[in-house]
């Protein structure tokens, strides 16, 4: 180890693995943005509390910058590590370290990945109910770091609503124990609630207690072919009263084509402009029977012109597939990608501006639709064309995002729904949160992390 603040650190945390190849760099240096080239100082891969306490104490002394990094699967730049960080990745801390049978909590590392933790929760019998198509790659720490929301917001919630207690080391070393797994708690500002979506800003997430849900019933899942926008609407207000729904999530003709050129089955035969995947309780016949009604009711009504109901697990996770398959067919072309949410009430004025500002904008750009729209959030891939070269292209979406965020601003939306803030979305936080905000939080990261140490450039 020839860098000797390495060599400093290797003494202080002797337990830390360090990495300092060229592969791991690159490995460990980046996210799923792929916008900017890696390079951090080295790599500390820590396996206890205590070794990411000297980790944070060795870099205020060195005055050397952290990026926390769990799957590093974020799309907003929240892990990039391009200007000589210690990246403290969170592999070694991935085990389940608890199950309380009666408060329903499983205790975890940050880097254990949410998949590990839905299996472990139905080992025990219960339910981790937070899901998205990373499940496999991302991590705890990362969902909690972005309040990771997902397919089934509509029922469940975000991440921050299964949180129950965290371990968690500020940026100047200090180890906190946050609500301690308690369900009431009225002493004093709740402090894990300002770190879950802080982003690695704020210290590091090294152990979380997570709130496990019942089993969930049987559900079946619908895939409608939808005609226009405002019927999408419609079927979702009657969805959503008839139905005991678990996701209502949308996806456009342009999506399907892309997930269908990747190798999944098309649906129906003729191609429709909207496509809506719902999923619903249906233990019993009569909500196998309202689901139904339901159905023959918008195809009567117009609001949908073709549709199927699964009839068996592999029918559902093919259905889901064409969904869930959409940001990977989408990967090849280096989407710049917008995450934005607006109330759900105001999602058909705000996509009737936004259709009109993204049709004049890129008028020849394949611009891709799709999200969960039973939670207002909608996510806008535009695809870079082939001829066109990356910084060009991501300078000219860029234009474009500054007026979607004013239109976000007029319609009291966010610029970030779930992915984060990160590096990506930075120029354009002043658009949806106020100034007195901004200003209280970079209050609140100075007395956190007053050397400015944690994953420093993201968000702020
Ligand atoms: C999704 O909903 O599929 C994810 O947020 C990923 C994405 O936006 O690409
Ligand atoms: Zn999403």
Redesign the pocket.
């Given at each position: 180890m020839t860098d000797p603040r390495l060599a400093d650190l290797a003494r202080r945390a002797p337990e830390t693995r360090l990495l300092t190849e060229p592969s791991d760099l690159e490995h460990y240096g980046r996210d799923w943005t792929r916008r900017w080239t890696p390079a951090p100082l080295a790599i500390a891969l820590p396996s206890t509390a205590g070794d990411v306490q000297a980790i944070v104490r060795w870099a205020r002394e060195h005055q050397v910058a952290i990026v926390p990094s769990g799957g590093r699967t974020g799309?907003s730049g929240g892990a990039v590590a391009a200007h000589g960080e210690l990246v403290v990745a969170f592999d070694r801390m991935n085990q389940v370290l608890g199950f309380d049978p009666v408060d329903a909590t499983l205790t975890v590392g940050p880097g254990i990945a949410l998949e590990a933790v839905q299996n472990a929760a139905r080992e025990h019998g219960l339910a981790y109910p937070v899901d998205?198509?990373?499940r496999g790659s991302c991590s705890i720490g990362g969902n909690i770091a972005t309040n990771a929301g997902?397919?089934r917001v509509i029922r469940y919630g975000l991440t921050r609503q299964w949180v129950a207690g965290l371990k968690f080391v500020t940026g100047t070393g200090e180890l906190l124990e946050l609500n301690r797994g308690l369900v009431k708690n009225a002493s004093g500002y709740d402090l894990r609630h300002l770190v879950i979506g802080s982003e690695g800003t704020l210290g590091m997430v090294v152990e979380a207690t997570l709130w496990l849900a019942p089993p969930p019933p049987p559900t079946h899942v619908m895939l409608l072919a939808v005609p226009a926008m405002d019927a999408l609407m419609r079927v979702f207000a009657v969805a959503r009263v008839k139905l005991q729904l678990e996701a209502f999530e949308f996806f456009t003709d342009r999506a399907l084509e892309h997930v269908l050129a990747h190798g999944a089955q098309a649906p129906f035969d003729v191609l429709s402009p909207y496509y809506v995947v719902a999923e619903f309780d249906a233990g019993d016949e009569a909500s196998q029977a309202a689901a139904l009604d339901m159905f023959e009711a918008c195809l009567e009504a117009g609001w949908v012109t073709d549709g199927v109901i699964s009839s068996s697990d592999a029918q559902a996770a093919s259905l889901w597939r064409l969904?869930?398959g959409?940001?990977e067919s989408?990967a090849r072309y280096k989407p710049y990608?917008n995450?934005i949410s607006v109330r759900i009430g105001a999602v058909p004025a705000f996509m009737a501006d936004m259709h009109g500002l993204l049709a004049r904008e890129y008028p020849t750009f394949d611009v891709v639709w799709?999200?969960?729209i039973g939670d207002g959030n909608l996510?806008i891939?535009v695809l870079k064309p082939d001829e066109l070269d990356q910084e060009s292209f991501v300078a000219q979406c860029e234009v474009v995002t500054k007026h979607l965020a004013a239109m976000l601003h007029k319609h009291g939306g966010s610029i970030s729904a779930?992915?984060g803030i990160g590096l990506v979305k930075k120029p354009y936080l002043e658009g949806t949160r106020s100034h007195e905000e901004i200003a209280l939080m970079r209050g609140i990261k100075a007395v956190l992390d007053p050397d400015g140490i944690m994953n420093p450039g993201k968000v702020l």
């Open positions: 799309l998205f198509a990373a997902g397919i969904r869930e959409i940001t989408l990608k995450d799709f999200g969960h996510h891939n779930e992915h």
